[in-house]
């Protein structure tokens, strides 16, 4: 089943009065249970289209279908509930508020929801995330008070606090060391193993190779795409590694 079907997405941004063609004729689709990376040069539009087909920033022209409705043609309530109760977000900015614990902020999704749920229910997903994703120890830390791995696995916590049907990451282990986002891909690929299907932006050919499909862009269009299917075990990681770099270099990486 489709859960993301792209057709001929356009973005278009106009800046002083100049037209910048950002993303030209995009097409695309999603099954569920994938776990797609975004990669290609910096302002290719990476960014721009994993906001639009997610409905954080409008669409100038053509259709993205949500798990079948087109959110070009939403309102912006009908979106903000879509984003809240169906997808998940991971960007490289983390958004976290400044004065709340880990714990508040993870849950701070919940709350917002329309969803008739106890405060005792979602403390209890919460922790159950926290516990999961190694990061139960500093539940009442202040946000500040944290690491970088530590707050990017916050980030996973909150944008699966709803149990988002997909989750749209912006670069998310751009910001950690090898060792941090080594572990965050591992929570990654575990939550997509277990269902949720997630596109993601990285410029990292290890964390990429970790995903089932790469699509590569180039000038606000897809020029190619591979797939390398489903990993299986970690001793795959390095064939499938070099697989991926071979086919970058011939993408013009
Ligand atoms: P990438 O993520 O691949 O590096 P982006 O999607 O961030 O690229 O940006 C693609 C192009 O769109 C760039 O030329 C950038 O300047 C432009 N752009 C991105 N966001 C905005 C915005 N909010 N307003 C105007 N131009 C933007
Ligand atoms: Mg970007």
Known sequence: MKILEVKD????YIVNKRQNNVLKNVNFSIDE?????????SGSGKSTLLYTVSGMDAITSGEAHFCGKNIAKMGQKELADLRLDDMGFIFQQMYMLKNLTVQDNIILPA????????????LERCQELMRKLGIIEIADNDINEVSGGQLQRACICR????????IFADEPTGALNRASSGEVMEELAKLNAEGTTIMMVTHDVKVAARCTRVMYIVDGNIKGEYNLGRCESNSQIRERERALNNWLMEMGW
């Open 9 to 12: 997405l356009c973005k278009t």
């Open 33 to 41: 249970g994938e776990m797609v990376a975004v990669m290609g040069p």
């Open 111 to 122: 709350v917002q929801s329309g969803k008739q749920e106890s405060r005792k229910e979602i």
């Open 159 to 166: 944008s699966m606090i709803n149990n988002p049907k997909m």
